[in-house]
Every structure is written in structure tokens, then in C-alpha cells.
């Protein structure tokens, strides 16, 4: 005999003295793998979102502090590149002012030694009274010329004693009383005061252009301007030989680097350019107020 009485969601089932107690969950075993699928999905669902959120605030805290990582970091690369560019700034003075110690010695040398054995030549020469003594005295008396010129200027002494203009002039005077090349030159009268080694760069600049005005473009006349432009300084060598070659096929020799080095130190733009009437120009743009911090550095 099977009586079964349903009371809610439980069924009482008596049957043969046994009385059991049975779900409606045990009766129905699909039903427990569907809502056991459910439960693991929702864990997994709420679990991704627990990460993805998770994820967010380390992002947003990781960009905060990226960000003043970045300035942090901005700041002292900023800092690094200008002490950097202070320690090449004073190296390249040291080399240019090491050099310069060279040069003066070398043109004092020449000066104290192979121009006095050129004297003695020429006063030898002076004495012989054969018919090539005209001519031997002649030649002697050019290379006793350009010897003292090497020697002047190498060893800068105008520039001891004398502003730039008149040690422009007086280098002009000496390479116009050679034959070959006439050089003139222009200052402009509202220069400024200019100290010493900024006088020397300058100087060294102009004669390393002419230089190379006459050896490798074969110039026959050259002009040296000097002007005052609003706020810059005009430096200007120009001439009438050959041009450049191209950049693509130009070697950088020694005067070349000698000048962007000088040039830098002025905080001076140098460019070598060809204008349309065929003339070679070498520039040296200077800012007046570059040279104003210098002097006022120096004093």
C-alpha cells in the first residue's frame, strides 16, 4: 500500500514501514547541472569584473603616476642636455684656447727666427753685386713679407693693443701689398665693443675664409663686411671665385671645423653660400646680445 501526501515542496512517501523525505532536486538531476553551470558563470562573470576593475584603478593610478614620472623625468633630461652642453661648451673652449697658446708660439717662432734668417739673406743678397742680385733680393724681400704675415697672424699681437677693426685693417693692408688678390673691407662704425676672444674668433674666421677664398676658389678680389644689423652682427667675407661644390661632395677639413667650433662658442649661425651674380659668401650671423653677456661676463 502507496499513500503519498504532497505537503509545499516536500512529498512524504510511505511505503512498507519506510518514511523518506525527498526534494524536488533529487527527482529532477538536469535541473541541478543547469542552475550548477549558472552558479559557476555567475562566479566567473563577477569575478572577471572584479579584475577588469581592478585593472582600471592600477591604470588609473599608473597613469597619475607616469605622468609625474614623465615631468620628473622631462626636468632632469632637461637639466642633463644643458650641463652636458655647458661641459662641451668649455671643452671646445679649452681645445680653441690650447690651440690659440700654439699659434701664438708658432708665429712667435717665426717671427724671432725664420724672419731674422730672411733679413740676413736679404742683407747678404743686397751685398753680392752680380746681375741676379735685383731679383734675388726681390724674392727674398716677398717671402721675408709673407713670413712676417704667417707670423702677425698667427701670433695676434694687434689685437693686444688694437679693437678688431683696426686689426682687420692692418690684415688687409698686409694681403693687398701682396700681388694676386685685393681684398677691401667695410666696418660699420656702430659696432660693438667686442672682448678679446670673441675679437680673436672673429678674427680667425675672417682669415680662414679668405684663406680659402684664395686657395681652393681662386679669388681675385674679396670683400670683408662688418655691420650692425638690428640685433645681429653681420659678419660677411665674399668673393669672386669658384664656387663650393656641393655640400654632398664637400670634405670638412680642419679650418672648416675650426670655424663651426669658434662659431659655436659666439652662439653664431656660419653658412658658405652662392648668390645668383656667382659670388662665394661665407656668413657669420651673430646675436648682439650673445656678445653684450660676454662682455658683461668679463668684466
Known amino acids: 500500500m502507496l499513500e503519498t501526501m504532497k505537503t509545499g515542496r516536500v512529498i512524504l512517501s510511505l511505503s512498507a514501514g519506510h518514511v523518506g523525505v525527498y526534494s524536488p532536486l533529487i527527482m529532477c538531476p538536469h535541473l541541478i547541472v543547469l542552475l550548477s553551470g549558472m552558479i559557476i558563470l555567475l562566479a566567473v562573470l563577477a569575478w572577471n569584473c572584479r579584475q577588469a576593475l581592478t585593472k582600471t584603478q592600477k591604470r588609473e593610478r599608473a597613469s597619475t603616476l607616469t605622468a609625474d614620472e614623465l615631468r620628473t623625468a622631462n626636468q632632469n633630461l632637461c637639466g642633463l642636455i644643458a650641463k652636458h652642453q655647458a661641459e662641451l661648451r668649455e671643452a671646445v673652449r679649452s681645445a680653441l684656447g690650447a690651440t690659440e697658446i700654439e699659434m701664438r708660439r708658432v708665429g712667435q717662432e717665426i717671427h724671432d727666427s725664420l724672419c731674422q734668417e730672411l733679413v740676413g739673406l736679404l742683407r747678404m743678397a743686397e751685398n753680392l753685386g752680380t746681375q741676379q742680385t735685383p731679383l734675388l733680393t726681390k724674392q727674398i724681400s716677398h717671402t721675408l713679407q709673407v713670413a712676417r704675415g704667417i707670423s702677425y697672424d698667427l701670433s695676434l699681437h694687434e689685437l693686444d693693443s688694437q679693437s678688431l677693426p683696426d686689426a682687420l685693417t692692418r690684415f688687409v693692408n698686409r694681403f693687398n701689398a701682396l700681388p694676386g688678390t685685393l681684398l677691401e673691407l667695410n666696418c660699420d662704425a ?64 680642419i679650418g672648416l671645423k675650426q670655424i663651426m667650433m669658434r662659431s659655436n662658442l659666439l652662439d653664431a649661425q656660419f653658412t658658405l653660400t652662392t648668390n645668383k651674380l656667382g659670388k662665394t659668401i661665407a656668413e657669420l650671423v651673430i646675436p648682439a646680445n650673445q656678445l653684450e653677456e660676454n662682455i658683461w661676463e668679463r668684466r
Not at 212 to 220: T, Y
Not at 236 to 251: E, L, T, Y
Open 190 to 253: 656702430n659696432l660693438l665693443t667686442f672682448t678679446k676672444e670673441d675679437s680673436g674668433h672673429i678674427y680667425r674666421v675672417v682669415r680662414e675664409a679668405v684663406v680659402n677664398a684664395i686657395r681652393h676658389g681662386r679669388a681675385r678680389h674679396i670683400w670683408i663686411d662688418l655691420v650692425l644689423e638690428g640685433r645681429q652682427i653681420i659678419v660677411s667675407i665674399s668673393n669672386d671665385g669658384a664656387p663650393p661644390p656641393p655640400i654632398s661632395a664637400q670634405i670638412e677639413g
